[in-house]
T-cell receptor
Framework: DAGVIQSPRHEVTEMGQEVTLRCKPISGHDYLFWYRQTMMRGLELLIYFNNNVPIDDSGMPEDRFSAKMPNASFSNLKIQPSEPRDSAVYFC???????????FGPGTRLTVL | AQKITQTQPGMFVQEKEAVTLDCTYDTSDPSYGLFWYKQPSSGEMIFLIYQGSYDQQNATEGRYSLNFQKARKSANLVISASQLGDSAMYFCAMSPGSSNTGKLIFGQGTTLQVKP
């Protein structure tokens, strides 16, 4: 079975541009998580979904960030407008249920110039 | 406050020897889960091992074992017979039970280098 799939793997953009990160969770997993990893702040949970419904978005930095999960096999994270401080690796993860291990995608390395 | 603390920013171990990576946690929830993940230089996050707070025995997965000491709130990862491929960053994480969400709180990580 394929693992969690993320695209693109690398994204370089200029400040002010819209950025869209995509994620396909493992089939059958009911939970989907978006994380951000930086040297300064480590791994932070941004938002997570249960059965396509956003449950907790308290980690989303500000209104420039939004995430949707239109169906069980796709989620996207948008940043509009992007800023240099958004530069980070963004991970998507999915899990079968609460307390199950989360399986991470390969990450998207975002650089905002 | 719910928190994971990894006090060792970096560790060295000789190939074929065992190494222990420390992790302490703080939670008032009686029910929680503890996880270890490995992040090699390629960047992906790899799940290693899980321990539930009510599990009576320490978790083991191949060369990985989790030394769970509930009273001390510690969940150290033991890697036996280290291999060069074990060189990576290791993260301890906790899923607190009160929220019943599976939400993970990560520590800052420990970088392990295995010497040949």
């Amino acid at each position: 079975d394929a693992g969690v799939i993320q695209s693109p793997r690398h994204e370089v953009t200029e400040m002010g541009q819209e950025v869209t990160l995509r994620c396909k969770p493992i089939s059958g997993h009911d939970y989907l998580f978006w994380y951000r990893q930086t040297m300064m702040r480590g791994l932070e949970l941004l938002i997570y979904f249960n059965n396509n419904v956003p449950i907790d978005d308290s980690g989303m930095p500000e209104d420039r960030f939004s995430a949707k999960m239109p169906n069980a096999s796709f989620s996207n994270l948008k940043i509009q407008p992007s800023e240099p401080r958004d530069s980070a690796v963004y991970f998507c993860a999915s899990s079968l249920a609460v307390y199950n291990e989360q399986f991470f995608g390969p990450g998207t390395r975002l650089t905002v110039l | 406050a719910q928190k994971i603390t990894q006090t060792q920013p970096g560790m060295f171990v000789q190939e074929k020897e065992a190494v222990t990576l420390d992790c302490t946690y703080d939670t008032s929830d009686p029910s929680y889960g503890l996880f270890w993940y490995k992040q090699p230089s390629s960047g992906e996050m790899i799940f290693l091992i899980y321990q539930g707070s009510y599990d009576q025995q320490n978790a083991t997965e191949g060369r990985y074992s989790l030394n769970f000491q509930k009273a001390r709130k510690s969940a150290n990862l033991v890697i036996s017979a280290s291999q060069l491929g074990d060189s990576a960053m290791y993260f301890c994480a906790m899923s607190p039970g009160s929220s019943n969400t599976g939400k993970l709180i990560f520590g800052q990580g420990t970088t392990l280098q295995v010497k040949p």
